[in-house]
Structure formats: C-alpha cells, structure tokens
C-alpha cells in the first residue's frame, strides 16, 4: 500500500519559515520523481518544486525560486521543502506527490502523478 503523509504545516507571520516533510512509503523512493504542489484558497492546484531520483536536479515555480528548498532523505525515505520568506499568497493547502512511471509529462501538470498525499495547511498572516 502506497502511502504520502505530509507534516509541518502551520500559522507564520509574512517573512517567516516552515519546514514541510512528506513521509512516503510503497514505493521506490529513491527512484521516483518527487514533487510539491499546493492549493491556494479558491484556486487550482500549482506545482511548487520538484526532485529528480538520478541526478539530484531539482526545479522551482518562478514564484518560489530562491525562497523554498525541495529536498530528500532516501536513507529515510523522506521528501522535504525547506520555505523561507513566506508570504500572504503562499497560503495553501501543499501536497507531495509521486510518479513511478516512465515515459515524458509536464513537470508541474497534476496529471502526471501517481500517488499524492492528503495535504497539510500552510496559513501565513501579513
């Protein structure tokens, strides 16, 4: 049984930081491409960063770069986004997700994901 379960959601004040983890088993961790998506209040889901299994390389939504930090434990089978800087617009429900298939997608279409977890709140106040 596939399971994503993420944590650290909670309330900041704008400038603050959290550190969100998504525990995941059932799957081949270290090789499956890991991704953050959220979903602000009244709006669609939208990718946020991913992480490549071969190489390491990881991307960013142009709103987030150089303020969050995607990262993984495969030791711990563990996803990370390290978020600096938040702001009122970076409040969202954020979800990790997984594809284990091969083939091409688009990096940040949901559709692309095989497995997601029930989400954890991010609330930041101005």
């Given at each position: ?34 991704v ?56 969202a ?10 083939g ?11 497995y ?11």
């Amino acid at each position: 049984q596939v399971q994503l379960v993420e944590s650290g959601g909670g309330s900041v004040q704008a400038g603050g930081s959290l550190k969100l983890s998504c525990a995941v088993s059932g799957i081949d961790f270290s090789r499956a491409f890991m991704v953050w998506f959220r979903r602000p209040p009244g709006k669609g889901r939208e990718g946020v960063a991913i992480s490549y299994p071969d190489d390491g390389r990881t991307d960013y939504a142009d709103s987030v770069k150089g303020l969050f930090t995607i990262s993984r434990d495969t030791g711990k089978n563990t996803l990370f986004l390290q978020m600096n800087g938040l702001k009122p617009e970076d409040t969202a429900m954020y979800y990790c997700a997984a594809r284990t298939r091969a083939g091409s997608w688009e990096t940040f279409n949901e559709t692309g994901y095989d497995y997601w977890g029930k989400g954890t709140q991010v609330t930041v106040s101005s």
